[in-house]
T-cell receptor
């Protein structure tokens, strides 16, 4: 089975711009979670989608949003980018039940200048 | 107090030795426990998960869970230089769906 894929892998943006990241889960997986990883804060949960509905949300401002499509692919959007949004954004997929193992994609490295 | 705590390391062990990585968590409602390995510049890779008190073995890896002490550990036997990485402990709380809460990770160095 192919793993989790994320596009793009690298992105450079300037402050104030917006960005959309994409994640395709493992075939058959219906849950997609997003995480932000920075050297200072480590790995932090952004949100989880299951069956096109947000099932869980972390403590991030409303500038961070996401959605999931009927084929389980997910996108996350960050509007009005700030320098502190520079991070590795990771997507993880699981079959769909709670408390499950999750498998991470390669990540999108975002640099905000 | 952080929800999940790990020593940042680095933890240095000689090749062939047992590496012991520890993790404590604060929420007694935590139900699922995971160990991920992350190489520099790469994404986390699942090593093991454990749900019940006791030991769980998979090859050279053993996860140990003690819910009374709110403690989970990972033992790596016959450590190899390729095991050098950051090891992340993560938990999911009851009612937390699939929300993983991570520790900051322990850097392991296996020396020749």
């Amino acid at each position: 089975k192919a793993g989790v894929t994320q596009t793009p892998r690298y992105l450079i943006k300037t402050r104030g711009q917006q960005v959309t990241l994409s994640c395709s889960p493992i075939s058959g997986h219906r849950s997609v979670s997003w995480y932000q990883q920075t050297p200072g804060q480590g790995l932090q949960f952004l949100f989880e989608y299951f069956s096109e509905t947000q099932r869980n949300k972390g403590n991030f401002p409303g500038r961070f949003s996401g959605r999931q499509f009927s084929n389980s692919r997910s996108e996350m959007n960050v509007s009005t980018l700030e320098l502190g949004d520079s991070a590795l954004y990771l997507c993880a997929s699981s079959i769909g039940r709670a408390q499950e193992t999750q498998y991470f994609g390669p990540g999108t490295r975002l640099l905000v200048l | 107090q952080k929800e999940v705590e790990q020593n940042s390391g680095p933890l240095s062990v000689p090749e062939g030795a047992i590496a012991s990585l520890n993790c404590t968590y604060s929420d007694r409602g935590s139900q699922s426990f995971f160990w991920y390995r992350q190489y520099s510049g790469k994404s986390p890779e699942l090593i093991m998960f454990i749900y019940s008190n006791g030991d769980k073995e998979d090859g050279r890896f053993t996860a140990q869970l003690n819910k009374a002490s709110q403690y989970v550990s990972l033992l790596i036997r016959d450590s190899q230089p390729s095991d050098s990485a950051t090891y992340l402990c993560a938990v999911i709380r009851a009612g937390g769906g699939n929300k993983l809460t991570f520790g900051t990770g322990t850097q392991l160095k296996v020396e020749l």
